[in-house]
T-cell receptor, first 113, second 112 residues
Framework: NAGVTQTPKFQVLKTGQSMTLQCAQD?????MSWYRQDPGMGLRLIHY???????DQGEVPNGYNVSRSTTEDFPLRLLSAAPSQTSVYFC????????????FGPGTRLTVT | ELKVEQNPLFLSMQEGKNYTIYCNYS?????LYWYRQDPGKSLESLFV???NGAVKQEGRLMASLDTKARLSTLHITAAVHDLSATYFC????????????WGAGTKLIIKP
């Protein structure tokens, strides 16, 4: 049971480039989400999904797209990278039991120059 | 606006001492989570507090929730160096598919 996996671990992009951050989970969780973490600001929700084919925006969705074609995978696409998107990105999946506890991937550290 | 405020944001303490981290939030919620993050690492779940008056303990850490005061505390007893980390609280937004709003984190350094 690998839990939540993310690739890549590190990435450097130039302004204007696009890329996809990969996220997968093997816990059969319906709910998955993407956060960004910036110093001193906690985590902010980018997008989330409550099941395959269903996605919605979080607090800071601009500049990012998501899709959910399977229960396992939830990729995050940066359409045209900007320096303001330099951050650490975490994918999480959530238990469907009463606790609704979230489990986090190892993170992707993204630098946009 | 829904806010989650942690204090202090930074805490340096000696081993063996006791201290409390506070998490205040600005709207009604009935569940709260505490997570730990080591430098350069991911977030690890510590406690899930599901109701008013909930108290949970694991080793030297104890968390409690007072939903009427909109306050949770994370108490550290006889701190040891291994507890050095950043601690986050997160509050569920009611009627929102259980989305979370996060505090800014408390960076805890415990000196030998």
């Amino acid at each position: 049971n690998a839990g939540v996996t993310q690739t890549p671990k590190f990435q450097v992009l130039k302004t204007g480039q696009s890329m996809t951050l990969q996220c997968a989970q093997d816990m059969n969780h319906e709910y998955m989400s993407w956060y960004r973490q910036d110093p001193g600001m906690g985590l902010r929700l980018i997008h989330y999904s409550v099941g395959a084919g269903i996605t919605d925006q979080g607090e800071v969705p601009n500049g990012y797209n998501v899709s959910r074609s399977t229960t396992e995978d939830f990729p995050l696409r940066l359409l045209s990278a900007a320096p303001s998107q330099t951050s650490v990105y975490f994918c999480a999946s959530r238990s469907g039991t009463v606790s609704y506890e979230q489990y986090f991937g190892p993170g992707t550290r993204l630098t946009v120059t | 606006e829904l806010k989650v405020e942690q204090n202090p944001l930074f805490l340096s303490m000696q081993e063996g001492k006791n201290y409390t981290i506070y998490c205040n939030y600005s709207t009604t919620s009935d569940r709260l989570y505490w997570y730990r993050q080591d430098p350069g690492k991911s977030l690890e779940s510590l406690f899930v507090l599901l109701s008013n008056g909930a108290v949970k303990q694991e080793g030297r850490l104890m968390a409690s929730l007072d939903t009427k005061a909109r306050l949770s505390t994370l108490h550290i007893t006889a701190a040891v160096h291994d507890l050095s980390a950043t601690y986050f609280c997160a509050v569920v937004i009611m009627d929102s598919n259980y989305q979370l709003i996060w505090g800014a984190g408390t960076k805890l350094i415990i000196k030998p």
